[in-house]
């Protein structure tokens, strides 16, 4: 198993994927690829696997089968990389969210408040114009506080927004601890950790566009299933989660209840568990990733 990412809640997935070797399978999340090769352990010679990764270091993991298509890219751009393989109905799709094991463990890529001298950067493509330094030193106040209050579901977003203004008048926010110490009048022995956290995600989120692609990719995803088609879900964080149970619920990443002309609800998706899967004690002590996770997993009706 890659040591660049460990699959949260693997059998999970993969028994709510419910494989048919035969199958056409997408896992937008590729990473390590551990998700992926589990799944083309499962299928025959006739099924199929298309992976996304925008990130260059996932290229080092790229699995060798040639029932695997790997897409350098943004989930985002699912149906238009679908499409060119020939594919537009889909057995299932598979998404595991926000930032993985090696984005946290690599210091230069800003992803961690653990390492002060990393570079806040938080791309997950490199490439990208927009880092976490152009938005900490470029956004005014009232964009920085709507940033950590929307993403990071901060109480104390506005405040924080005007200790980071007041701090880069002095200094350029470009490390972990030019962040720190800008913040510093709100962090104590016991929330640090936790207010962190909700700073770094927050401006990761911003970054790397997540909520938008998020949507977009499950919109395009349930237009792409078929019927018995499963849609298998981990988020990490009530944002997250809550795009994705709305899906389910309504057939849209909103949430509305859009009815017909005779007041039925269209009936998209049939949730398989009413609740979200959460990963069992055994694998948290094992992988402390996992103890955020909710996986939701839903059938195209």
């Known amino acids: 198993m890659s040591k660049y990412h460990v699959p949260v809640m693997l059998k999970e997935c993969l028994d709510g994927l419910q494989i048919n070797p035969k199958g056409t399978y997408v896992d937008v999340t590729y990473g390590g690829g551990g998700h ?120 104390r977003a506005s405040a924080m927004a005007n200790a980071i203004l007041d701090y880069r008048k002095v200094k350029p926010i470009d490390t972990v601890l030019d962040l720190d110490l800008s913040l510093e009048r709100f962090l104590n022995d016991k929330t640090r950790n936790k207010m962190l956290a909700k700073v770094y995600q927050a401006i990761r989120i911003e970054v790397n566009a997540e909520i938008v692609t998020l949507e977009e990719m499950l919109t395009q995803a349930t237009k792409m299933l078929k019927p018995g088609g499963r849609l298998v879900v981990i ?30 609800l269209p009936q998209v998706y049939s949730a398989v568990s009413r609740k979200p899967i959460l990963a069992k004690a055994n694998e948290i002590i094992a992988n402390n990733r996992s103890r955020s996770a909710k996986l939701r997993v839903a059938e195209r009706i």
């Open 235 to 264: 988020s990490y964080h009530s944002l997250e989660d809550r795009i994705v149970k709305n899906l389910i619920q309504t057939g849209n990443v909103a949430g509305d209840k859009c009815a017909d002309t005779f007041g039925n």
């Open 36 to 155: 992926s090769q589990a799944i083309l352990d499962m299928l025959d010679d006739e099924g199929k696997l298309i992976v996304f990764d925008q990130d260059d270091d996932s290229l080092r993991n790229r699995i060798d089968d040639s029932r695997l298509y790997f897409c350098h890219a943004n989930f985002r751009y699912l149906e238009n990389f679908c499409s060119y393989y020939g594919e537009d109905k889909l057995d299932g799709v598979l998404a595991d969210l926000g930032v993985s094991s090696h984005h946290l463990d690599a210091k230069n890529r800003g992803f961690s408040f653990r390492f002060d001298d990393s570079e806040l950067d938080m791309r997950m493509n490199t490439g990208a114009e927009l880092s976490a330094k152009n938005v900490l030193n470029t956004y005014d106040q009232p964009r920085l506080a709507k940033v950590l209050r929307s993403y990071g579901e901060l109480d």
